[in-house]
C-alpha cells in the first residue's frame, strides 16, 4: 500500500505550518490578534519619533487599536511618513477627527484619537485621517519653565546666604537652649500635674460628691418648708413695724409726744443741766447744804 503524502510533502507541509505559527506568533508578541476583525486607516505625520510598530491608539483613555506599520511617502511632494493603524471592527470614526502623537516622559509614543462627535458622518475603512503632533513636553520645559528657574536661582541663592547666617548665629543656640530648658520644665510640670491628678484630684473629686449629697440633703429641707406660712408672717411682722413707727412719729401718744416735743426736749435738757450744776455746787461747798453740830 502507498502512503497518501511523499516523504517531500510532508516536510514541505510541516515548513509551511511552521512558518504559519512563527507569523502568527510574531504578530501576538506585537498584540497584533489575527482573528480579531479590524478596519485599517491611514494617517500621515511630519516626525514619528519614538512611536514603533505596535504602539497602543486610544480614545479617551481606553485602547482601541494598535499601530500596523510605519512607513515613508517617497512619492509625496512633501517628506511625510504614513501610519497604518488597525481599530476595533465596531469602533466609528466621524468625519474631520484627528489623530495626535503624546510622548511620554520615559520614552516611547503613542496615538490618542480625537473624535469629532459634532458630525454624524463616519469615516469608511482606509481612509485618511489628519495627524497632529502635540507640544514637545522637553521643549515646553525649555521654553517656559527654564528661563523661570534662571531668574529664582540668584534668589535662591540669597535666601541660602541668609539661612546659613540665621543658623550660625550664636542666638540661635541660645535659643535652643532655652527652648531645651523649656521641654525640661514642661517634663517636670506634666510629672506634677499626673501626680495631682492621680493623687489629689480623687480628694477633690470625693469632697465634690460629700458637699453635693449635703447641699441636696439642704434642698430637701428648704423644699419641705412652708415659704407662704413665712411670708405671711414676716409681712404681718413688717406691718406691726409699720404701725409702730407711725405711732412714733404721731404727736397722739406719750412716746410721740417724747419724740417729737421741741419744748418737752429743752426742759429736760435744761432740768439735767441744773442737776448736773447742783451736784456740781454741793460737792464743791457741802456746808452750804449740810450742817453737822457736836452738842
Do not use: C, W
Amino acid at each position: 500500500m502507498k502512503h497518501a503524502f511523499t516523504k517531500e510533502a510532508k516536510i514541505g507541509l510541516v515548513t509551511i505550518l511552521s512558518l504559519v505559527l512563527l507569523y502568527i506568533g510574531i504578530n501576538f508578541l506585537k498584540g497584533i490578534n489575527l482573528f480579531k476583525p479590524v478596519n485599517h486607516y491611514f494617517v500621515s505625520f511630519a516626525n514619528v519619533e519614538d512611536l514603533t510598530v505596535s504602539s497602543p491608539v486610544y480614545v479617551e483613555g481606553y485602547k482601541v487599536g494598535l499601530v500596523r506599520s510605519i512607513s515613508y511617502d517617497y512619492d509625496a511632494a512633501s517628506s511625510n511618513i504614513i501610519v497604518e493603524i488597525s481599530l476595533d471592527k465596531e469602533m466609528k470614526i466621524n468625519k474631520d477627527s484627528y489623530i495626535v502623537i503624546s510622548k511620554s516622559m520615559l520614552g516611547g509614543a503613542d496615538l490618542h484619537l480625537h473624535l469629532n462627535k459634532y458630525v454624524s458622518e463616519y469615516l469608511k475603512s482606509g481612509s485618511a485621517i489628519e495627524g497632529r503632533m502635540e507640544d514637545d513636553m522637553m521643549a515646553s520645559i525649555q521654553e517656559n519653565i527654564l528661563p523661570n528657574i534662571a531668574a529664582i536661582l540668584p534668589k535662591i541663592d540669597s535666601i541660602m546666604s541668609g539661612l546659613q547666617a540665621i543658623v550660625n548665629h550664636p542666638a540661635l543656640s541660645s535659643s535652643l537652649t532655652h527652648i531645651e530648658q523649656t521641654t525640661s520644665n514642661l517634663e517636670v510640670s506634666t510629672r506634677e500635674l499626673n501626680r495631682l491628678l492621680n493623687s489629689d484630684v480623687p480628694v477633690i473629686m470625693g469632697n465634690l460628691k460629700t458637699m453635693s449629697n449635703n447641699f441636696s440633703e439642704v434642698s430637701s429641707h428648704i423644699k419641705a418648708l412652708d415659704f407662704e406660712k413665712t411670708i405671711r408672717e414676716v409681712n404681718g411682722t413688717l406691718a406691726n413695724l409699720k404701725i409702730m413707727t407711725e405711732k412714733l412719729n404721731s404727736n397722739e401718744n406719750s412716746l410721740g409726744l417724747l419724740m417729737n416735743d421741741k419744748a418737752l426736749y429743752e426742759n429736760l435738757n435744761r432740768t439735767t443741766q441744773n442737776a448736773s450744776d447742783l451736784l456740781l455746787d454741793l460737792r464743791q461747798n457741802p456746808k452750804r447744804y449740810v450742817h453737822f453740830s457736836i452738842f
